[in-house]
């Protein structure tokens, strides 16, 4: 499939979130080169993009549901995560948001206060960043596909890290645990485990990493749009195949816009730990 001139199908998980949205489109609008799928929770969301044939409603807890969204695919990229949310009360001014709206801001004060987190029922990291993604793979593997990328995130080499205690949800360790489960499912993989993430235009220079190296520095940092193009050019660049690895980049007009991917993905040469 990679570096190939014959057109990739290519299904979008999560097609509706932050990032999603951004990956879906972006296939889309290269329709010389894919053929975009989406899956989503909800008719809602489906006529949110658009309400197309190419866009799939789908449960990642019922293995079943993903089937006919996978047929016939070449690569999937897997931008499904739980969402934590924020206690009403708990925090001036984000009654409603979402943590990463919140962390996403450029005042959040990450070492003062910080608001008190829950995840909805039946949406636990347990549930959707380990068992919805087992069975996500699960699924691939029998539908015969034949690339699957993996949006993971920074942090996953402290257990103790902050994101784990949002909401006691543990969610770095169930992340960290199905990045695992893919590495040993025999399906040609790339992780991407995505730093801070930010809702501008992208179009950075990006940097890879492992164990978390980035993450105490101003590169830590990436642009939503700049992860799902790192996600749709690793699906063409075998370069990127059998890697894991941290994605982030250099502050907001500094340095050059990463163009050659290749050149990026190929210094990988080991998985970092898992």
Not at 45 to 55: M, N, R, Y
Not at 196 to 224: F, H, M, Q, S, W
Not at 240 to 250: E, N, P, T, V, Y
């Amino acid at each position: 499939m990679a570096e190939s001139n014959q057109k990739i199908t290519v299904l979008v998980t999560g097609a509706s979130g932050l990032t999603g949205e951004i990956a879906f489109k972006k296939l889309k609008q290269r329709s010389d080169k894919f053929v975009a799928r989406g899956l989503v929770r909800s008719e809602a969301s489906k006529q949110k993009l658009g309400g197309g044939d190419e866009i799939y409603l789908g449960n990642v807890l019922d293995t079943k549901s993903l089937e006919q969204a996978m047929q016939g695919i070449d690569g999937l990229i897997i931008l499904t995560s739980a969402v934590p949310k924020i206690v009403p009360g708990s925090f001036p001014g984000a009654d409603g948001k979402r943590a990463e709206d919140v962390f996403s801001d450029a005042s959040f004060d990450f070492n003062g206060p910080m608001p008190e987190f829950y995840y909805e029922e039946g949406q636990y990291p347990e549930q959707i960043d380990w068992i919805g993604i087992k069975n996500q793979i699960d699924t691939a593997k029998a539908c015969g596909v034949k690339h699957v990328v993996l949006v993971g995130s920074m942090g996953g080499s402290d257990p103790n890290h902050f994101l784990n205690h949002m909401g006691n949800g543990n969610i770095l360790i169930w992340k960290r645990k199905a990045e695992q489960y893919l590495a040993d499912s025999g399906i040609p993989y790339t992780i991407i485990r995505a730093g801070g993430l930010d809702n501008k235009v992208g179009g950075r220079e990006l940097l890879v990493g492992k164990d978390d190296e980035l993450l105490p520095t101003e590169n830590g940092y990436i642009a939503r749009a700049d992860v799902a193009e790192a996600c749709i050019q690793a699906l063409q660049i075998e370069e990127s195949k059998f890697k894991a690895f941290d994605l982030g980049s250099k502050p907001e007009g500094v340095g050059e816009p990463t163009k050659d991917f290749k050149a990026l993905f190929a210094p990988v040469t080991t998985l970092s730990e898992f």
